[in-house]
């Protein structure tokens, strides 16, 4: 068929001149569509269409611009740039989006995005790859751009800005695995270098000015068969250099303290063992392995963190071991092996710190563990030396040396032998023991007593006070005391002291009774003396003071009890006079101004074979005023964290340990029973303590319980139960969290939230799940869901309003959220994705009728609006690419009386515009039949009007089409009009035939119309009495065809007559007379063709 070009002119000193195509403004209705379609083929590939801005040789080329039209009131419309769907066979058609090649100069951007809402959100962009049922899913690449010569283009994925709130979160993830297969793999990598570095990875959450900064999560997914993913770090491999490093360093808190790096590996399942954790250098082939170095930070306003290395309980077998090892050295070359150093912590101003080496108390059977020190076995040499030294003191005694061994309750004591070494050597003597007192520079050397004797330039021998040897009886008494004071005075003093020391320690003072074989051991009794006026006199006891380092200690102990209890110790002031309190009891610690202060430790010991025993602390009972109060702190610290106050049961290892009661006493005939207060205290500038609580693990049974409830009450309201996160002046409150336990093996646990039943009157109480109003942001989401589940499918969630037997049935409210400035909240409602079988369905339905009455109804309705359209209500399913669209059906239920119920579909009535319109389109098909659209004669339930791609067919008995103004029927081919009795037009005047005209040259004129007007050839004038013949060519025009042809204006002086006109295939032969003179000038003929 032939072309159509539409086309301005060429222009050689200015622009060519516009085209313009556009449908007219309507200011009752919408304008009118513009439609550019290329016609279908049935052989070839289809033909384009495509458009093309002008080319420019001196500057820019044109601009392609394609926008929808604004919605002054309303959305502005949406642009659709699609390929049409393919047919049975190959692939729908690719979307090219590219800037054009650049030799000279940067080829153009491409910039897709959505505009800017100044009362709304802005638009979504989304770009998807659509599923397919055969190989593998279509893939989304993004590439920046390559360059020769200098760092390749960027590319950046950034969530939007959220000026008064949160930013958007950029999530990147790889769709669910079917029902077989892996979910896909998720690669972060750079590019590999040839001349230089490889790209850097960073991962990293951003600053926070007002809060904290973001967490970085990895996780391995849970799996339901075969050994768990694995998370690898490796950093990166140098073939001429060190390999590079991995760090893992804790957030920096500036005031107070960092975070902490848990490197842990989960608790094992019912069966197996929990994964080790193996911190290893690599070996090395010519040089040393690497070293591990594991400390703790400096500290200049505390002490240093400490270290703890232990091995976790168990409940079967023997405990797991700390093996330490020093490196070892073999070879022809090789030296002696590595060193372990065990090394307590230099104390600058005061002690250096303990070094504890001891095993674990034994349990209910079997010995504590032994410890050995040895040195190794040697071959050709010394084996090693073990040395116990203490240190040099310089302004106080060297630390002591003790070897002691344990007290048992059965069988013979435990021995303490030094023994020196045995030697095999001919003629050698084997090893010495020496023991000597201690040598000093400014005094006379330590002793090693068997008895004192006098030195007049050193240090005297020990002056030994026995009393005389009772062979068969008592041995004799030893009396130290003053004489009774006279009728004046004081008794006289007794001072048991050692000699002060000038450059030393001075002199201990022991005070003790004899051991006794077959009775018991003397007691020790210290008691002042009573008197009758002023306070009673004080008995003091001071430990040593030093100026240098720490003090002496006082220690208090009780006579031991081999074959039964030890004895008890008693601190105790004495009862009250008949007026008075009774003497208060006072445990402190002094005071400390460059360290810490004293501990205060009270503890009861452990028992191999009973139960430890216990610790009561309380306070007496008064007959006025309110109780005495028992009160427990923690130290407080005007720089760092405050001491902590720890409340531990007892352990049981072969049982349950002891349980912890805190609770206040019963009330008594009137008031109530005391508060339990758990509250950590104000924080002014950081955080506020964390309140904790919760069972411990269990290895072998299951965890305890955590049981938080409200006492009962016989009057007034229940007591409440409040659970309330923090508060937050700047930034967000705190979570309020409830997870139940996990079941590794089994199902997790449940959490039920419920209102207790209602009396014999009232109602069960309300469940309110809301969050709280919002003055500048949004408010809180509320979200209720199911967990995913690899093995089975998600739980379900139901949400069900309780039945009643009187007045209606409770209502089931869902509301989105309401806005005074932008658009309201939207409520969506998804089934849940089957990405192997079918998505689930949503059903929603009244419930039946009773006896009586009528099923409730459904109304799906759009709210109304005051100053803009009112919501759009949309119906429809979604597409299928391997099967047919969903069906869409509205049907009237039956019923077995009064009259069958209607639909109703109508479009809006509009009182300043036109009204909306009703819209039935049946559906497209790619490479079948398109669908049509029926209605139905509801007797026979046969079409009565059926409209189709192809046709439109009404089969009824009379058909009555009314218009006011007008009716057009318009046909790209034929339009057929038939009727078996005829067809009348009503005598109404039929006008718009198609004309045209033309000039007759060298007798033939050609054009193609139905009817016009042919004028003659003014150059070959007809003479008077002659004929003139030409050949008239019209597609028209066929040989069954009438044609007439009249005179419409004869020629000057010449009277023209039409004498023969001969229809054939495409034209026809006309002949004309002239009756008259000769013709001075053209004539002209009328025709018009009818087609049988």
Known sequence: SGRLVFSSGTAFGGNSGAITIGTGASTGGRGGQLCLTVGSGTSGVGGDARIFAGRSTVTTGGVITISSGEGTASSSGAINIVSANAGISGTSGRLVFSSGIATTGNSGTINIGSGAATAGRGGSLLMTVGSGTSGAGGKLILLSGRSTSSTGGIVTLSSGEGTASSSGYVAILTSNSGISGSSGRLVFSSGS???????????????ASAGRGGSISFTVGSGTSGVGGSVHCCAGRSTTATGGSIIIASGEGTASTSGSIFISTSNAGTAGASGRLVFSSGTAKSGNSGGILIGTGASTGGSGGAILMTVGSGTSGSGGMIHMTAGMAYGSSALTGGSMVVESGYG???????????????????????????????????????????GDATGGTGGSLSLTAGAGDSGVGGSVSITAGTTTAAGCDGGNVYISGGGSTSGGAGSVIFGGGTSTTATGGETFVISGEGVATTSGAIFILSQNAGTAGTSGRLVFSSGTAKSGNSGAIYIGSGAATDGTGGSVCISVGSGTSGAGGSLSLYSGRSTVVTGGSIVYMSGEGTASSSGSIIISSANSGTSGSSGRLVFSTGSAKAGNSGALIFGTGAATGGRAGSIIISAGSGTSGIGASLLCSSGRSTILTGGNLILASGEGTASSSGSIYIMSANGGVAGGSGKLVFSSGIGVSGNSGSVLIGSGTATGGRAGAVIVAVGSGTSGVGGELSLQAGRSTVLTGGILSIISGEGTASSSGSIIISSANAGVSGSSGRLIFSSGTAKSGNSGDLAFGTGASTGGRGGSISIAVGSGTSGAGGSLNVFSGRSTAVTGGSLVIHSGEGTASSSGMIVISTANSGTSGVSGRLIFSSGSSCGGNSGALLLGTGAATAGRGGLVSITVGSGTSGIGGSVYISGGASKTTAGGSVTLQPGASQSGTDGSLYIMNPSTSTAVLTVSSTAFVVTTTTVSVTATSSITLDATTTLTLTGTSGVTFSSSYVYGFESGSGTVSSSAVTFNAMSGTITSDATALLSGGSTQTFTFTNSRISATSLLFVHTKASCTNGYILVIGAVPGAGSASITAYNSGAACTDAYTLSFIIVNP
């Open 193 to 207: 270098a040839k001349n230089g570095n490889s790209g850097n990875i960073l991962i990293g959450s951003g600053a």
């Open 348 to 390: 600058f101003a005061s002690s250096s710190g303990t070094v504890i080496l001891k095993t674990a108390n034994a349990g209910t059977t079997g010995a504590s563990g032994a410890i050995l020190l040895s040195t190794g076995d040697s071959t050709s040499g010394n084996s090693g030396a073990i040395s116990l030294i203490t």
